[in-house]
């Protein structure tokens, strides 16, 4: 061995033979990893535009809808034809909570049946693809005035019956508050949240590409969230009888009779986030 091929790490200069090598392993490692890094981040899903404005009240006035789920009735303009069109915020409660008791006591406090009535409501909006959620944050004191309103309808659709395949995720933390908000990593949020009250959601997407999202109630328009619960977060296929509540689609299914499990391969061809083939079956 050449004096010089003998280096100590301590020592001021490397040897040529082993600064050559060392160089070259160091550029090409530093290459591997940029290039492993561009990769693995160019294959992520894009951050969703959902939004929720935590730590802001916003103030909202409309009609107060029970059926399907607890919503507030707006008038967002006139159709070409004339008739009103509406948009209807879906209220949600505190947490991991549905909108159903705040309303409930509100309306014990007031001695009134607040259905129909005009009520102003402060709370925290969520929002993301065309739909509006408000959290009633803080609790009953979130009802700030109710009255008397003019007699006013929900638009109500029936589009007859439909084979729905997606995933059931809860809407407060799909359309805001969580990201990601669906998917098996989610599935336990989205369990509590459903049984704690908040309306199940189905995201389907028909053969044009088109999103719809379906509120998921029992046959007779009733909620089923606990029968719902064992497959929150798993690739399912849904059968039964779509009904439209002004801007709101409902699938109205008779319990788990009317559930197909779907392999997990289906969400790996078409998951929930994507604008993949998910939605009606053939």
């Known amino acids: 061995m050449r004096n010089d091929d003998f280096y100590i790490g301590y020592l001021e200069k490397m040897p040529p033979s082993f600064r050559g090598p060392i160089r ?34 916003t103030t909202v006035e409309g009609i107060l809808r029970m059926e399907p789920a607890p919503m507030l009735q707006l008038e967002a303009g006139i159709g070409p034809q004339g008739q009103p069109i509406r948009q209807s915020i879906l209220l949600i409660g505190f947490g ?34 065309g739909k509006t959620l408000l959290e009633l944050t803080r609790g009953e004191r979130a009802v700030l005035n109710v009255e008397e309103a ?3 309808s929900q638009q109500i659709t029936e589009h007859g019956p439909r084979i729905l395949r997606g995933e059931i ?17 989610h599935r336990s949020c989205a369990a509590r949240c459903i049984a704690g009250g908040i309306p199940p959601v189905l995201k389907s997407i028909d053969s044009q590409g088109m999103v719809q999202y379906f509120i998921i109630r029992g046959k007779d328009g009733k909620p089923i969230n606990s029968q719902l619960l064992p497959i929150v977060g798993e690739p399912v296929q849904l059968s039964g009888t779509a009904v439209q509540y002004d801007d709101w689609m409902v699938l109205q299914v008779d319990g788990l009779g009317s559930v197909k ?9 078409a998951p929930m986030c994507s604008p993949g083939p998910l939605g009606w079956a053939d």
């Open 24 to 57: 070259s392993f160091v550029t090409a490692a530093a290459i591997l990893l940029s290039l492993g890094a561009y990769l693995i981040v160019s294959q992520q899903n894009p951050f969703p535009t959902s939004t929720f404005e935590l730590g802001q009240l």
């Open 96 to 129: 991991k909570h549905g909108a159903d008791a705040t309303l409930t006591a509100a309306a014990t406090q007031r001695k009134l049946n607040l259905n129909g009535m005009k009520v102003r409501l402060e709370g925290t909006l969520i929002y993301h693809d």
């Open 150 to 152: 003019s007699p006013t």
């Open 169 to 185: 995720a809860d809407p407060k933390c799909y359309f805001g508050v969580m990201k990601p908000g669906e998917g098996k990593v």
């Open 261 to 269: 499990r779907l392999g997990a391969r289906f969400m790996l061809d």
